[in-house]
T-cell receptor, first 115, second 111 residues
Framework: GAGVSQSPRYKVAKRGQDVALRCDPISGHVSLFWYQQALGQGPEFLTYFQNEAQLDKSGLPSDRFFAERPEGSVSTLKIQRTQQEDSAVYLC?????????????FGPGTRLTVL | LAKTTQPISMDSYEGQEVNITCSHNNIATNDYITWYQQFPSQGPRFIIQGYKTKVTNEVASLFIPADRKSSTLSLPRVSLSDTAVYYCLVGDMGTGNQFYFGTGTSLTVIP
C-alpha cells in the first residue's frame, strides 16, 4: 500500500516568505509527527498529533512555526517569515496507534532551502 | 526525556556481524528502546524495538541488559546495502511523544 507522502519534495524560499509543507499519512494512522533534520544531524521532534488534536508542540522552535491536521488525516506544517536557519529537511511520520512507542513510518521529507 | 549516546561512526567489512551499542543511562520505567535506519535522502525506517532482554526479527537482534541503561543492535553478516545511519531512541510507552534521535551512528560497510 501507499506509504507516507510529502509535498513538495523540494522548496526554495526567499527569506521572509511563508511556506506550507504537506504530509499525507498512511490511511487510518492515528498519530502523526513532524521532525526537522538539519544536515548531518538526527531528526529533531517538532510536534505530534493524535487524530486532529495537537497533543504536543513543544518542539516547534518559534511562533513562526504552525502545524495543523484539521480532519485527522492530512497535515500541514506552515513556516511564516522564513529565516535561513529554517533550512532543513522536514520529515513527517505516522503510526497506526497512539503513543510514541509505536513504529513510525516516515515520508521522504521536504528539503527546504531559504535564501 | 531520556537521551542516548552512540558512537559517531563505525566501519565493517562485508559479511561480518556488526554490533552498535547505545547508552541511555536515564531511561525511565515506561520507556521502550527503538532503532531506526536512515539512508541518504530518505526518512528513517524502523528496524527493531524492545523493552528488555532480547528481541530478534528477520533483520536484526536487540540485546538489552537487566538494568536497561544500554542496548546493542546486532546486524548479522552485513552487506554494502547496510551502509546507513542508525539511530537509537527511547520513548515513553503511552504518554511521552517525543523521540530524541541524537546524531546516530554512521555505519560504513567496506567490500
Amino acid at each position: 500500500g501507499a506509504g507516507v507522502s510529502q509535498s513538495p519534495r523540494y522548496k526554495v524560499a526567499k527569506r521572509g516568505q511563508d511556506v506550507a509543507l504537506r504530509c499525507d499519512p498512511i490511511s487510518g494512522h492515528v498519530s502523526l509527527f513532524w521532525y526537522q533534520q538539519a544536515l548531518g544531524q538526527g531528526p529533531e521532534f517538532l510536534t505530534y498529533f493524535q487524530n486532529e488534536a495537537q497533543l504536543d508542540k513543544s518542539g516547534l522552535p518559534s511562533d513562526r512555526f504552525f502545524a495543523e491536521r484539521p480532519e485527522g488525516s492530512v497535515s500541514t506544517l506552515k513556516i511564516q517569515r522564513t529565516q535561513q536557519e529554517d533550512s532543513a529537511v522536514y520529515l513527517c511520520a505516522s503510526s497506526l496507534a497512539e503513543g510514541s512507542y509505536n513504529e513510525q513510518f516516515f515520508g521522504p521529507g521536504t528539503r527546504l532551502t531559504v535564501l | 526525556l531520556a537521551k542516548t549516546t552512540q558512537p559517531i561512526s563505525m566501519d565493517s567489512y562485508e559479511g561480518q556481524e556488526v554490533n552498535i551499542t547505545c547508552s541511555h543511562n536515564n531511561i525511565a520505567t515506561n520507556d521502550y528502546i527503538t532503532w531506526y535506519q536512515q539512508f541518504p535522502s530518505q526518512g528513517p525506517r524502523f528496524i527493531i524495538q524492545g523493552y528488555k532482554t532480547k528481541v530478534t526479527n528477520e533483520v536484526a537482534s536487540l540485546f538489552i541488559p537487566a538494568d536497561r541503561k544500554s542496548s546493542t543492535l546486532s546486524l548479522p553478516r552485513v552487506s554494502l546495502s547496510d551502509t546507513a545511519v542508525y539511530y537509537c531512541l527511547v520513548g515513553d510507552m503511552g504518554t511521552g511523544n517525543q523521540f530524541y534521535f541524537g546524531t546516530g551512528t554512521s555505519l560504513t560497510v567496506i567490500p
